[in-house]
């Protein structure tokens, strides 16, 4: 049967060869493009250039002025050293640790260390592995950074044992925040502020896969799975692993959840799933007309009203 159909045989072993060679490439391909740190070309640069007409601009004036204290502390895992900034707020017995975006940096954070300052807080704003001046490989979409924020609130706590701690996060710093929250962590953090964070790894990139390169089911399918293989040995997780939704039914912090309402990147409807999930104490906000990662820009006013009037219950 073999010598009958030997051409047939080779022909098929071939195309098969090809195709599984394809996505293989294929899939380190999106890999890079998703899980290596450099130049995103689907991501909108980050302009140094402040103007007056920012909503934000004297929250990002008071940023540029505002004495830092630069700490530098090792990652959970040793690898790599870590870059945060500290500024301190006089005899304040309350800190706030901020955690930034995808391929964004601390800085970026500037206009929300303004408000948390204004409200009292001393601020820490690490740089996650792998962004700005940190150290790393691989960006892990929160759920190695996890461990991370771990490590700085036990340093924070350390030093400052009558402290009280929140943990607040945008976009994937949100979802970093929201993972960090099913954690055991130091009973000196007593809440969760994450904005437009998603519910799931593996469903974020599926969700960037249809709606940044309009891939359709097939060939996202089996596209993301070989993704998440190739993630599992490089960074040291499967995709779907990465879940703030089962992270925050473990969570006991009362927990902030607010998201923009035409936020497309992380689609609106995901703050609904990450709600849903959480069984602490908890409060919604969804602000009208905001995109992904714009709610305080969008609406300062109202957006700094949120956050204190729902801290005030539990950081005090």
């Not at 929140?166 to 993972?179: L, N, Q």
Request: glycine share 6%.
């Amino acid at each position: 049967m073999w010598h009958k159909h030997r051409k047939l045989w080779i022909s098929l072993i071939t195309i098969l060869t090809v195709t599984i060679v394809a996505f293989l490439s294929a899939g380190m391909y999106f890999f890079n493009v998703a899980c290596v740190p450099g130049h995103k070309s689907f991501l909108s640069s980050n302009s140094k250039v402040i103007k007056k007409s920012d909503p934000l601009y004297q929250q990002k004036i008071w940023y540029q002025k505002a004495p830092k204290q630069n700490i530098k502390m090792r990652s959970s895992d040793n690898k790599y050293i870590l870059d945060a900034n500290y500024i301190a707020y006089p005899h304040s017995k309350k800190t706030v640790v901020i955690l930034h975006g995808y391929m964004n940096t601390k800085d970026t954070m500037g206009p929300y260390s303004a408000m948390f300052h204004s409200l009292g807080y001393n601020v820490l704003m690490p740089d996650a592995r792998a962004h700005g001046a940190s150290q790393g490989k691989y960006i892990g979409y929160g759920w190695v950074e996890k461990s991370d924020v771990k490590k700085w609130l036990s340093l924070l706590a350390k030093k400052n044992p009558n402290d009280k701690i929140v943990i607040f996060g945008v976009s994937m710093g949100a979802a970093t925040a929201m993972m960090t929250a099913g954690e055991k962590i130091p009973h000196q953090v007593k809440a969760v502020v994450e904005d437009c964070g998603y519910s799931n790894v593996k469903d974020e990139i599926e969700h960037e896969a249809q709606d940044i390169y309009n891939m359709p089911a097939f060939p996202r399918f089996p596209m993301v799975e070989i993704l998440s293989v190739i993630n599992r040995i490089k960074v040291g997780y499967f995709l779907k692993d990465g879940s703030s939704v089962n992270q925050l039914k473990k969570n006991k912090l009362p927990t902030l959840f607010i998201h923009g309402q035409k936020d497309t990147f992380v689609p609106t409807k995901m703050v609904y799933e990450n709600y849903r999930a959480n069984h602490s104490k908890k409060s919604l906000w969804i602000v009208k007309g905001a995109g992904h990662a714009k709610s305080f820009q969008t609406n300062p006013v109202d957006y700094q009203k949120h956050v204190d009037k729902f801290l005030h219950k539990y950081v005090h």
